[in-house]
């Protein structure tokens, strides 16, 4: 096999809180009924990649994510769980298992991506330009982690969100520019270098770094080892490389050449060629290598390398779970527009309920729903679009609108939660109304409470 | 109510396509640069030859052809030639194209035409604005229909740029014409020009974009692969424009960048790009070869010799791209190699070589001649064995037998070359001296310099070369045996390779790559060293540069502040009010007034006349005494008085290095007139005890100032037990 998976589960996130935990980590976070971490592990499967490594921060979460694997996957996958430090940050993670590796390609997954996107397709672009990294991009989603839970008619017209700042070449293969995070908010800056070597920059801003990184082994541990300050994959190194790329500094020291360059092989020629190489402009060489030929013979050969993007066409979904915002636009398309994510059948209503499941008299539960194993209703209720997990106890003239709803809660009759994410084990005495709340794990609602946009969750 | 109004509205609006005015162009003929000195000092650019062909007649055929009615040509410099030419041409008796000249001796650039221009009053609707040296076969009717649609919908869209594609191969990109490199940001739906960046402000390594540009739409594209035809179509809020802001002198750096700039009116320009046919414009010597080369390859058809005929007789196209005048007398061992031009009456004597040339009409070539890559105007004549390479020769030249011009020379109106000389490269020949009021500015600089020699040449035309011959040469002149001429000193020889016919040598290209190449080293340099490897820091560096820069201007303007009350005797009171203003605008503090008029004093006190260090010392006297009282209202503080010190410190290190060894003698001198108090420099000491040794040279040299100071102060406090 010569590309590994690294799919980088996270541990506790701190933004996702009160829905995770130690217990529950985030790559056991529930998403319509399914681990998280189960979408990027089927994911790639299906795309026949069937050696991973799963990283997870704490040693607690990794030992409850090793659990879970190991029951649910083993006969299928060859996973390893290897724990590493909190906060050590996505190189960091890297730099800790680095003695793990040993493929000529390695692709880096953030665990917490649910896609459709062929993962192939990427590896396929990646050795295709014999690139030094391939980024797979998407469109920015349509509603930004910022603003407040609201919803799912409103977010149509918003404007996409602003995440990152991505400059390609006219062909969309390459990658000439990025700024990510703080970045994105300051006047651009873009290097004359590259521009005047491709002649044509394209800035797009509707576009998205899905974290998911096709890396050449040899270079990322190259520059994890050089520069120990860098902290992040996303924020570090992929911007260095990026920025390098016409004068690569990554491939001169240890690795040999003619592995890593494919293209740049017996091009090393004398003054007087590469000028009328230059000049007869015969064929249309990418500008890599034009540039690395535009150079003193005397000198060696100037060095480039390539950083090269996919870009997910826009049927495909593509989103990562890392707000509390996240969560619930995925939960819901999950059951909704992209429900072949979630891997059910899909009922003639257009929902999902489990044969185990009960349900009262005159209630209803609506296109786009989902209702777990074992769960009982009361009469008179009514779901929309929510996803109710296993095992939950629901009273009479509940309503469930726009939510989440976990495992072994009990719902009292005359509830009313809308918009919001219930953990399981919670306790929602009668006629609590819940509006834009997060309720952490085993809660208890007292009766007749009335809460709008707040966090409730066990001190 | 609502559906009758529409009509109306629509009535309306037919009304005005009714009575539409005619299209109009502003051809501007006076380019307002100095790029084809020294032929312009003589003739106007739009009248020099390109093929044979005066350039203006591209422009005006083009322009004819493009649908355009009514021309306003504007001449300024050389306008009597200009005016003369056209009256003597066809093109004041054309059907259905009117050419109205506007002439204006006091224009220095293109805003300034403009401006007469809008004076006039005469542009009724949205015109074409272009100048006298484009020569280009596109058709307008897009362009136009694109910029009507456009500013129906949005009355901010005031102007369309038309745009071509340049060479992919970025090595010959801005080679081919030698123009300087254009950066453009454009929203690749809407076509709008959201940023041009040439080369007057080419200063870092990377390209800035305000944020705000990609608030509004969700992409833009950058170029550096485009490049600009200037043609320009304009609505008639551009001349407003111009008459509002003038200050706006050139179209592209001022009134282009002015707009984009500008956030409150909220003018937008588009582009409109051009890709099979063919715009460019004659700026410099190497694009007039390459604009030369294309119509010779027809590129530019219909603008090509055999079927422009103005007034010449017949020119004909045979098979290799030769063309031909009448009356040509070759002889038969003669070569003319393809894609060459002959013009009529032209003599080539025996064993001649003409490769990738262009003769004029007239000529007198005589025997074993070669010529490569030149182009040769009318009269010419160029006797045995003469060699010419890449080289551009007026009309009336003289070539004495064996003489050479080397790649890149230009030989202006009938200078004469000597028997045998050498012509070495890039050299410039006139009959006229350089001008030599050279203004940094060089658009202001041309028009004056030659509304004033117009009118000597214009006056003096046919007996000018004679007279000067006899006043000014002797037969061994700078271009050898009677050779006539002033062969131009070099001014600005770094970038003549770039700018000339001659073709760009191997070594050139490396060294124009090489540039780059450093440049994005020092980019790396700057880059690497950030510990999270993002931009920040760099922006973070401007700033402190510009606080540097903010006060060094201020240190220079309290000096010149400092100066003129010492030379215009300025009273105490009024340079300290003068001081404190411009306190008040660079946002200091009082210590940096402190240090800045003492550097001013110091300086003056160094600057004076002084033969030893005695006088030096005197000299500082003189001026302490006299201005002690502005410098002791800075230094109430012991902060300011410190500054003082470190700022004399830090002028006997770098600027004033005569200062070193007086150190502590005037150092003693300042706490003797109780400019600077103890406590101040004993902290100065305190604040330099963990210095490196090399920055407490001068605490060492005043060591024993600063040991009797600290044992002066005992004594004081044992007197007072």
Known sequence: MDFQVVVLAGGVSKKLIPLVSKELPNALLPVANRQLLSYVVELLELNNLKDLIVVVEGQDAALNVGAWISGAYADRLHVEVAAVPEDVGTAGAIRAIARHLYAKDILIVSGDLVSDVPIGAVAATHRRHDAVVTALLCNSPISGPLESVSSGGKDKTKKPGRYDLIGLDPTKQFLLHIATGAEVEKDLRIQKSILRAVGQIEIRADLMDAHLYAFKRSVLLEVLDQKCEFNSLKHDVLPYLVRSQLKSEVLLNGTPQAEENGTEKGISQKNQQMLSQILANASEPTFHVRHALGTNGSDSVRRTHKCCVYIAGSGKYCTRLNSIQAYNDINRDVIGEASHLSGYSFSAHNNIIHPTAELGAKTTVGPHCMLGEGSQMGDKCSVKRSVIGRHCRIGANVKVVNSVVMNHVTIGDFCSIQGSVICSNVQLQERAILKDCQVGAGFVVTAGSECKGEVLAKK | ?721
């Not at chain 2, 009615?69 to 009256?87: D, R, S």
């Not at chain 2, 770039?498 to 760009?504: C, G, T, Y």
């Open chain 2, 1 to 721: 109510m609502g559906a009758p109004k529409k009509s109306a509205a629509r009535v309306s609006e037919d009304h005005d396509e009714l009575v539409r005015v005619p299209l109009q162009a502003i051809l501007l003929a006076d380019s307002f640069t100095t790029k084809f000195r020294p032929i312009t000092l003589e003739r106007p650019k739009v009248l020099l030859p390109l093929v044979n062909v005066p350039m203006i007649n591209y422009t005006l055929t083009w322009l004819e052809s493009a649908g355009v009615e009514e021309v306003f040509v504007f001449c300024c410099a050389h306008a009597k030639q200009v005016i003369n030419y056209l009256e003597k041409s066809e093109w004041f008796s054309q059907p259905n194209f009117t050419v109205t000249t506007i002439e204006s001796q006091n224009s220095v650039s293109a805003g300034d035409a403009l401006r007469v221009i809008y004076e006039r009053n005469v542009i009724q609707g949205d015109f074409v604005l272009i100048s006298g040296d484009t020569v280009s076969n596109m058709s307008l009717t897009q362009a136009l229909l694109e910029h009507k649609e456009r500013k129906k919908r949005d009355s901010n869209a005031v102007m369309t740029m038309v745009i071509k594609r340049s060479k992919t191969n970025p090595a010959i990109r801005q080679s081919r014409l030698g123009t300087d490199e254009i950066f453009m940001a454009i929203d690749p739906n809407t076509k709008q020009l959201l940023s041009y960046e040439d080369k007057a402000d080419y200063s870092k390594g990377t390209l800035h974009l305000e944020n705000s540009l990609l608030a509004d739409n969700p992409s833009l594209s950058l170029h550096h692969d485009k490049q600009d035809c200037y043609i320009d179509i304009c609505s008639p809020e551009v001349l407003t424009l111009f008459t509002d802001n003038f200050d706006y002198q050139h179209l592209r750096r001022h009134f282009v960048k002015g707009l984009l700039v500008d956030d409150i009116m909220g003018y937008k320009i588009f582009v409109h790009e051009i890709r099979s046919d063919y715009a460019a414009r004659v700026d410099n010597f190497r694009s007039y070869a390459t604009v030369s080369k294309d119509i010779i390859h027809r590129w530019t058809y219909p603008l090509v010799p055999d079927v422009m005929n103005f007034g010449n007789t017949a020119t004909k196209l045979e098979r290799q791209g030769i063309y031909r005048g009448s009356e040509i007398s070759q002889s038969q061992s003669a070569v003319v190699g393809p894609f060459s031009v002959i013009g009529s009456g032209t003599k080539v004597g025996q064993n001649t070589n003409i490769l990738n040339s262009i003769v004029g009409g007239d000529c007198k070539i005589g025997s074993n001649v070669h010529i490569e890559g030149c182009y040769i105007w009318d009269n010419v004549t160029i006797e045995d064995g003469c060699e010419l390479r890449h080289s551009i020769v007026c009309d009336g030249v003289i070539m004495k037998s064996g003489s050479v011009l080397e790649p890149g020379a230009v030989l202006s109106f009938k200078v004469i070359v000597g028997q045998a000389f050498v012509v070495p490269s890039y050299s410039q020949v006139s009959l006229l001296q350089q001008p030599i009021e050279e203004d940094s500015d060089e658009e202001l600089e041309y028009a004056d310099s030659t509304s004033v020699i117009t009118s000597t040449v214009d006056k003096s035309e046919g007996e000018f070369a004679s007279e000067s011959l006899d006043a000014h040469f002797n037969p061994a002149s700078e271009l050898g045996f009677g050779g006539v001429g002033y062969v131009w000193p070099k001014c600005e020889g770094e970038e003549e390779w770039r700018h000339s016919v001659a073709p760009i040598t191997e070594d050139k290209i490396l060294e124009a790559v090489k540039a780059i190449e450093h440049e994005l080293e020092l980019i790396h340099d700057g880059n690497t060293l950030p510990p999270s490897g993002e931009l920040i820091p760099n922006s973070n560096d401007s700033d402190d540069d510009d606080n540097d820069d903010s006060r060094d201007d201020f240190d220079k303007e309290v000096e010149a502040t400092f100066l003129r009350a010492v030379h215009e005797n300025i009273q105490d009171v009024h340079l300290t009010l003068e001081i404190n203003s411009l306190k008040l605008s660079y946002n200091k503090i009082t210590a940096d007034c402190a240090g800045a008029l003492f550097y001013a004093m110091m300086k003056y006190a160094v600057d004076m006349p002084h033969s030893s260090a005695d006088s030096l010392i005197q000299n500082v006297n003189v001026i302490l005494t006299k201005w002690k009282k502005v410098l002791k209202s800075y230094l109430n503080d012991m902060d300011e008085q410190i500054e003082v010190i470190l700022k004399f410190e830090e002028m006997c290190l770098e600027s004033a290095k005569e200062f070193a060894p007086l150190f502590t003698k005037i150092l003693h001198y300042l706490y003797n007139e109780d400019i600077v108090e103890e406590d101040a420099i004993l902290s100065w000491e305190d604040e330099k005890k963990d210095a490196d040794e090399s920055d407490k040279v001068f605490v060492n040299q005043a060591q024993k100032l600063i040991q009797w100071l600290k044992e002066a102060p005992e004594e004081d406090d044992d007197e007072e037990e």
